[in-house]
């Protein structure tokens, strides 16, 4: 029993080393403000959900956390972006942003007006109750 418990942890170890892996060349693959910019989204977010594992969703960058969709981010030419993959996180802080272009689960933003870092932690604090809640 012991043993299977280890073999478990092991490969939950490795997961998120190829996550972490796959995360690092999507970065490296960025122009540097974009990367420079999702480097410290991507630290705002593992310091607020200290609990979440690292990996890739629908392409992008995301985090899980008990095993459910948190959120995510990416790059493009034109802006960055965060998911928090919940509609009703966006619309319960509308007035916080007002400043950036949001869409029903997307907050659009630049390298040069990133979004600021409490805002990122209000928002995936928000999003952890969320999932939390949603718990079978």
Do not use: W
Not at 6 to 33: F, H, I, T
Not at 41 to 64: D, H, N, Q
Not at 92 to 105: I, M, P, V
Not at 110 to 133: G, H, Q, T
């Amino acid at each position: 029993m012991v043993m299977e418990v280890g073999v478990k942890d092991e490969s939950r170890v490795r997961k998120k080393d190829k996550g972490s892996a796959e995360v690092e060349a999507y970065l490296a693959a960025l122009s540097p403000d974009a990367r420079n910019t999702l480097q410290t989204l991507r630290k705002t977010i593992s310091e607020a959900a200290p609990g979440a594992e690292e990996g890739f969703s629908y392409g992008v960058p995301a985090f899980r956390l008990d095993g459910r969709p948190l959120v995510a981010y990416s790059a493009s030419k034109k802006y960055c972006s965060l998911y928090p993959m919940s509609g009703s996180v966006i619309s319960a802080h509308a007035r916080d942003l007002e400043r950036f272009d949001t869409l029903k689960g997307t907050i659009h933003f630049s390298p040069e007006r990133p979004l600021p870092a409490s805002l990122v932690k209000k928002l995936v604090k928000a999003r952890i109750a969320e999932v939390r809640k949603k718990k079978p």
